[in-house]
Nanobody, 124 residues
Framework: QVQLVESGGGSVQAGGSLRLSCAASGRTFNSYVMGWFRQAPGKEREFVAAINWSGGTIMYADSVKGRFTISRDNSKNTVYLQSNSLKPEDTAVYYC?????????????????WGQGTQVTVSS
């Protein structure tokens, strides 16, 4: 069992930055692929970024490439999402998720564990 707790969300103006964190419980954090997803009102949950256990494989959605950076610190059981050059269309609830194994999935059903989400609001 893995429990995930996100933090770092908030309200910023367009062009601003936020650093989201996701703290995981459990001693097997480094055996999980970690992902970030987001869901805007009235829209489906969408993939943002994911990172494998070593950080050697990283995936990004096209909409965030060059602006967002995912990273992890296995010694702290934490995954991060540095979000720069934020746009109003980035406004959503951001979720952290964990998937077992070495394959890096980008679809929500392949992730077993989810956090409660943290709100990011970007104003123009």
């Amino acid at each position: 069992q893995v429990q995930l707790v996100e933090s770092g969300g908030g309200s910023v103006q367009a062009g601003g930055s936020l650093r989201l964190s996701c703290a995981a419980s459990g001693r097997t954090f480094n055996s999980y692929v970690m992902g970030w997803f987001r869901q805007a009102p009235g829209k489906e949950r969408e993939f943002v970024a994911a990172i494998n256990w070593s950080g050697g494989t990283i995936m990004y959605a096209d909409s965030v490439k060059g602006r967002f950076t995912i990273s992890r610190d296995n010694s702290k059981n934490t995954v991060y999402l540095q979000s720069n050059s934020l746009k109003p269309e980035d406004t959503a609830v951001y979720y952290c998720a964990a998937a077992p194994g070495r394959y890096v999935p980008i679809t929500p059903p392949l992730y077993n564990y989810w956090g409660q989400g943290t709100q990011v609001t970007v104003s123009s």
